[in-house]
């Protein structure tokens, strides 16, 4: 086995982080790794910062990753990305949704949303971009957003696309289960 793997996933409350972060750890514990999560939770139910750490390894001592060591980010929206960058590693990738959602900063008036996030991010660090909710909506459920964007990562790791399928077969609710596929699936081919 290999050294450990560090995943984030952030988010907003709402977006599925959570259950993003279940089939990860669920794919890697399948795969015969230690696995460790943490979540995160923030003022989720408010639409606020939501994040997740997913470890996995041959023996993983605790589920927090530290700035500067992620292999991966996954972030659900824009400005998430940007806010957690620096946890990750040189080599890194950022997988990025192109979705903008104000905080309540914004809403308010208290702060501006920033202009050109994902191009700065790009200038810095390997980015993947990615308009999930545009490919949710082709789908016909703007819901199954999270797993087109599983899908686009699944990409980076190294776990077959049937291990994947069977994975998201067992966390998702029962009659999701056709149309979470279908969005991996759409996520995959990007």
């Known amino acids: 086995m290999e050294q450990t793997k560090s995943i984030m996933i952030v988010g907003v409350g709402g977006q599925g982080t959570l259950i993003t972060s279940r089939i990860l750890g669920g794919i890697t514990t399948a795969a ?20 997740t750490f997913v470890r996995y390894g041959e023996k993983v001592a605790e589920p927090i990753v530290e700035e500067g060591c992620a292999d991966v980010l996954i972030a659900f929206e824009r400005l998430e990305a940007l806010r957690y960058a620096h946890f990750l590693k040189k080599d890194g990738v950022i997988i990025v949704n192109d979705q903008r959602i104000d905080p309540m900063t914004v809403v308010t008036g208290a702060c501006i949303y920033p202009e050109g996030i994902i191009e700065k991010l790009s200038a810095a660090y390997k980015v993947v971009r990615v308009d999930a909710m545009e490919e949710a909506k082709k789908l016909g459920n703007s819901r199954v957003f999270n ?14 696309k049937e291990d994947w399928l069977r994975i998201i077969e067992k966390t998702v609710p029962p009659k999701t289960v056709e149309m979470n596929k279908l969005a991996f699936e759409a996520g995959y081919a990007m």
């Open 32 to 51: 015969g790794y230690d696995v460790k999560l943490s979540e995160v939770h923030g003022m989720a139910q408010r639409g606020g910062s939501v994040v």
């Open 147 to 160: 797993t087109i964007i599983i899908g686009v990562a699944a990409r980076q790791m190294n776990f077959a």
